[in-house]
């Protein structure tokens, strides 16, 4: 993924001289897909191993940067070696396997030629992406996971596979599809919630499966379009309390 943000850029230096530029490493190392990679403190930059350190242990940056890239390239873990030189070696757990993404690949592509056609407009693409993953999958509940050992249903192949996900899950499986249609894309998450904003056109716009597929009482499959390429303002009016948005 080449795109650039103002929170995370893509780097060929990786001769790290301030926090930005180790930030802007870990996000060029994370999206490019690698598991092993080796980066260096410029030596004038004498707290660069323990800014590292502090940044691998900070959650929220890690998350915010796992947000921007390819789901395929997210992890479960970062993990890092160093020396005594400023030589620091990073060790990436990713959420997806190869198989995983083998499958997912292909079901993507399934899905996008039974359904889209190439007379759509781009918010016809989504909007049918989006409904199709919330007309085929339902949310898993706290019930639905403990009744199948714990499992946590949180990746892509959870909702389009096995047809029960949580919002990690729907926004994974989400911005499979906005690759596809080649729009720029990336996660928005708070310590409850995760979804995915969207560039349409010049437009950021948000887009929520999870609110889109709610709970009700009598077990009734709903479809919901509340959340579908909504700008920050009617973000706003919705006024969930789940959307709070930087």
Not at 76 to 92: C, F, K, L
Not at 146 to 153: D, Q, S
Not at 165 to 174: E, H, K, L, P
């Amino acid at each position: 993924k080449e795109n650039d943000y103002s929170y995370v850029q893509n780097t060929n230096d990786f001769i790290a001289k301030n926090e930005k530029n180790i930030k802007n490493i870990f996000y060029t190392i994370i999206n490019s897909g690698t598991e092993n990679f080796t980066f260096y403190c410029d030596e004038e930059y004498k707290n660069c191993v323990d800014d590292a350190i502090e940044m691998v242990n900070n959650q929220d940056i890690l998350s915010n940067i796992n947000n921007f890239v390819h789901p395929f390239n997210s992890f479960n873990t970062i993990n890092i070696s160093y020396d005594e030189y400023g030589e620091i070696i990073v060790q990436i757990d990713k959420v997806y396997k190869e198989e995983e993404i083998e499958e997912l690949n292909t079901l993507v592509e399934e899905i996008i030629n039974d359904n889209i056609k190439t007379s759509m407009t781009t918010k016809e693409k989504v909007e049918t992406i989006h409904n199709y993953i919330i007309n085929n999958g339902s949310y898993a509940t706290d019930k639905i996971r403990e009744e199948n050992n714990n499992k946590e249903y949180n990746k892509a192949n959870d909702i389009l596979i096995d047809k029960y996900g949580i919002c990690s899950a729907y926004t994974d499986a989400m911005a499979l599809f906005l690759y596809k249609f080649d729009l720029d894309n990336y996660k928005i998450a708070t310590d409850s919630h995760i979804w995915n904003l969207v560039k349409v056109g010049n437009e950021w716009l948000h887009l929520d499966l999870t609110w889109d597929d709610p709970i009700t009482e009598n077990g009734e499959d709903k479809l919901e379009i509340y959340f579908l390429l909504i700008d920050n303002d009617r973000l706003e009016e919705l006024d969930t309390g789940e959307h709070e948005v930087n």
